[in-house]
């Protein structure tokens, strides 16, 4: 049978066993709770002790100075600090979830501090109304609280991750609540806090829009706590009842009628099958039957619920008071025949040579796989080192009779105990459950290690669990170089690179920017060119000053978004000169500088341009700057405008003149200023917005147009107008005006250079076959007269002109031309067979 001694540390309560063995003994000294504020964070989380100043006590041999330390579940000190604040009396005290110690005094100021006992700015403020009020007390979850003020209001943080303070509805009271509790957000219909206040013989459910009148004639209610799940409450009324209620106060779970009608200090759920109340010397576990439990204590102690039972913090110990796991019970109840209790004493029968172990075994074969399974389960949640082992054994020694049976378990539980092994240890002194720890996610552990700076054992888990030890290394190299002032650069660069090579990936340039925060920039500067990521390091080298290494790694990395920030960087930071020096050398900045500058900044890039000798490039920046201002709406009719525009390309001129290369953009420049100055003073003659920005030949044809032969001769003087275009233009623009009469003179002013054809064409696409008529004889060649007659629908001269041509060709196109005329096609056709043409 299994030993005795391990049930006989148990209490029965109804049918239910519980423990409650003793994990540590604190290793704080001269620590007196009855005379001090405590704080204790849930899952085995860090204690928090600061002297009570709402109590007269005794100095010792201590300062006067009330200081806050902070110590691990096993009593050894993290740190502390002295407490120095304003704003009257330490009224409460608690930690987050994230483990952020929360301190509340007197005007509603909140301060907090992390698990170093460093202030973490800026404080809170409960707002003006409470600080007006005072506050009298607190009640805290696991991320916010309700603060009662002295005018009975209550004012809350639902969530210290984003402190918001707000002011719940009135409760309409006119004395201090005689107890309250608070139901969680996440456990509510409306998604809100709700608060509990222990009124006269009923209780007030206050939320931030109303406030509802529940339970009445259960009280008065003295003290009450709601479970964790947050549908059971807990209280203690004023005629020394225990009750506990849904907390809807829609039935009456049970009750229990306490010895004492005086209050209990403190009252706390033991996770969800039992309650404890604690008076001075005594505590008492109640569950929903038998009869109660009690423990007897001559020192102090706090309770800390947990979500499998409740931690029990005394002067000298901590204790972890739970129900005891079925597979515990199966195992070393006294007097177990089950499966598990028999492989267990196999297991001690086998070490002992005794032929029984075998006996054992041929009893429990058919439920040998259950009986493993119990063993790996109680070790899991056993604390005691020797009796994990000797639990794990006997799952082992189970296995090797058992081929049906998952052996991934067993090897998890190992895995497991080794973590919370680990971290149970007094320098750690992170007591944790299997439970706890399966419900905090080694994440989350791993995290909280970090932050307590034990790096090591957090490196050492991460890797045994398979977990990224990028965090662990990183949050390491931080510190180190916070904690390493003394340390010269070269030296400690060394240390953390010897680290930091553990991890491929890791980010260097998050460690260099936590270096430049405290005021090492040659070491940030040291540790960023090891950043393999250019969009990582570029950003980095920026804000520690580094711009010329900042823009050479920008362009070696050909990421032209990292080059566009490095050089509005630089352009910012840096005199012009200097900036337009650093651009030069890389053909890459400075081509994405001028890409954007032609865009958006073209005086800057005139002065780039200027620096470095590009005259050319600065000349066709102002003719650009001269098409965009002609493109003003306010660029017509007389607009002043064209001043500057003139002023522009003339500009431009001057500069492509000292260039041999750009001679013709020099003249084109040149003629386009000359042309821009005539054609505005057109459209001030002829008070018509039509002739800037057209071209020489529209010019012309404008003015001819419009009858101003004398400006159309000038401006064909002013820039060489051929001959041949001259006829070209005076012809169609006469044309367009209908001013036959002009046009037929004009053709007889002498032979013209490009012969009669224009003249007919004009006449034609004028649908003026008469006048078209005048001018088809005198076309020399019989081809041109041809089809010139083709197309006013004249077959006949047509034909008489083709057969001076004697063009096979030109008649079938003749013929084709008159194809829906049968009399003309048959012209053509006869022509041809006289002229034996095909």
């Known amino acids: 049978m299994a030993g005795v001694s391990v049930a006989a540390e148990w209490q029965l309560l109804y049918n239910r066993y519980y423990r409650k063995p003793e994990i540590y003994t604190l290793q704080w000294k001269h620590i007196d709770l009855s005379r001090n504020k405590v704080a204790a964070a849930p899952f085995g989380g860090p204690i928090a002790v600061i002297r009570d100043d709402s109590k007269i006590v005794q100095l010792y041999a201590e300062s006067a100075l009330r200081k806050l330390r902070i110590f691990n579940s096993a009593g050894v000190q993290i740190s502390e600090t002295v407490w120095k604040h304003p704003g009257g009396r330490l009224i409460g005290m608690s930690w987050t979830d994230d483990q952020t110690l929360i301190c509340i005094v007197q005007d509603g100021t909140v301060y907090r501090y992390n698990i170093h006992a460093e202030l973490i700015e800026p404080s809170i403020s409960m707002g003006k109304e409470c600080f007006e009020q005072n506050v009298v007390e607190c009640v805290f979850w696991s991320n916010g609280v309700v603060c009662i003020t002295e005018g009975y209001q209550l004012f809350c943080i639902p969530d210290f991750r984003n402190p918001k303070p707000c002011k719940l509805a009135d409760p309409n009271l006119e004395e201090l609540p005689l107890c309250a509790a608070v139901i969680e957000p996440q456990y509510t219909m409306s998604g809100n806090v709700e608060v509990l206040l222990g009124v006269n013989d009923y209780v007030l459910l206050v939320e931030e829009d109303g406030v509802q009148q529940l339970g009445v004639g259960v009280g008065p209610l003295q003290k009450m706590v709601v479970s964790r799940n947050g549908k059971l409450l807990a209280s203690f009324t004023h005629d020394g009842r225990l009750l506990v209620l849904s907390t809807d106060f829609s039935k009456i779970i049970f009750e229990y009628s306490c ?161 919370l092994n680990a971290v149970r240890h007094h320098e750690i002194g992170i007591l944790l459950s299997i439970q706890q720890y399966k419900l905090l996610t080694p994440s989350v552990l791993l995290a909280r290690l970090i932050n307590a700076h034990h790096h090591l054992l957090a490196l050492r888990i991460s890797e045994y669990l398979g977990m990224n030890q990028e965090v662990v290394i990183m949050h390491w190299a931080c510190s180190k170089i916070t904690a390493s002032l003394a340390i010269p650069d070269a030296t400690l660069l060394e240390i953390l690179l010897d680290k930091l090579r553990i991890c491929k990936g890791l980010s260097y340039a998050a460690v260099a920017a936590h270096a430049d925060k405290t005021g090492r920039r040659k ?60 651009i030069q050398a890389r053909p890459l900045a400075r081509d994405l500088f001028i890409t954007y500058a032609r865009c958006y900044q073209h005086e800057f890039l005139k002065d780039f341009f200027l620096t470095t000798g590009l005259l050319q490039e600065v000349a066709f920046l102002l003719w650009k700057e001269s098409w965009e201002l002609g493109n003003n709406p306010m660029a017509s009719k007389g607009s002043a405008l064209h001043g500057p525009r003139i002023k522009h390309i003339e500009k431009a001129q001057n500069l492509f003149s000292e260039t041999k290369e750009h001679n013709f953009e020099a003249k084109a420049a040149e003629e386009h200023a000359k042309l821009l100055r005539i054609q505005h003073e057109l459209e001030v003659t002829t008070k018509q917005a039509i002739f800037v920005d057209s071209s020489i030949s529209d010019t012309i044809r404008t003015c001819i147009v419009l009858g101003n032969h004398r400006a159309a001769m000038k401006v064909r003087t002013e820039f060489k107008v051929s001959e041949k275009r001259w006829y070209w233009l005076k012809v169609f623009a006469l044309a367009t005006i209908r001013d036959w009469d002009a046009l037929e003179k004009f053709s007889k002013e002498k032979r013209p250079p490009i012969g009669y054809r224009p003249f007919v064409e004009a006449c034609i696409d004028a649908e003026e076959k008469g006048e078209a008529l005048k001018y088809i004889p005198k076309l020399a060649d019989p081809r041109e007269r041809a089809e010139s007659y083709a197309r006013i629908g004249m077959a006949k001269e047509a034909a008489d002109a083709a057969s001076q041509a004697k063009d096979g060709e030109l008649l079938g196109r003749l013929k084709l031309t008159f194809a829906q005329n049968a009399a003309a096609s048959s012209i053509f056709d006869t022509l041809k067979d006289r002229l034996g043409v095909s």
């Open 259 to 419: 010895e004492s009608t005086l209050p209990p200090e403190q009252l706390a759920w033991c996770g969800m099958d039992s309650v404890l109340l604690y008076w001075d010397d005594m505590l008492l576990m109640v569950g929903p039957y038998g009869d109660p439990v009690r423990y007897i204590y001559d020192d102090p102690i706090i309770l800390i619920p947990e979500c499998d039972g409740v931690r029990i913090l005394s002067n000298t110990s901590m204790e972890f008071l739970q129900r005891v796991p079925d597979s515990t019970v199966s195992i070393f109840k006294i007097g177990s025949t089950m499966p598990a209790a028999l492989l267990y004493d196999a297991l001690d029968h086998f070490d002992r040579r005794s032929a029984k172990a075998d006996e054992n075994l041929r009893l429990i074969r058919s439920s040998l796989p259950e009986a493993v399974e119990a063993c790996i389960d109680a070790a899991g949640h056993e604390f005691d080192l020797s009796r994990q082992r000797t639990l794990l054994r006997a799952a082992s020694y189970g296995q090797a009779f058992c081929s049906h049976i998952q052996r991934d378990r067993f090897q998890e539980i190992c895995k497991i105990l080794r973590v």
């Open 523 to 582: 070491l940030a500067a040291m540790l960023v060119e090891h950043e393999p990521r250019s969009s990582k390091q570029v950003p980095l080298l920026l804000s520690i000053g580094e711009e010329d290494t900042a823009l050479l790694k920008a362009t070696e990395s050909g990421d032209t978004d990292l080059v566009y920030l490095v050089l509005f960087h630089i352009w910012q930071k840096r005199p012009p000169l200097e900036f337009f020096g650093m």
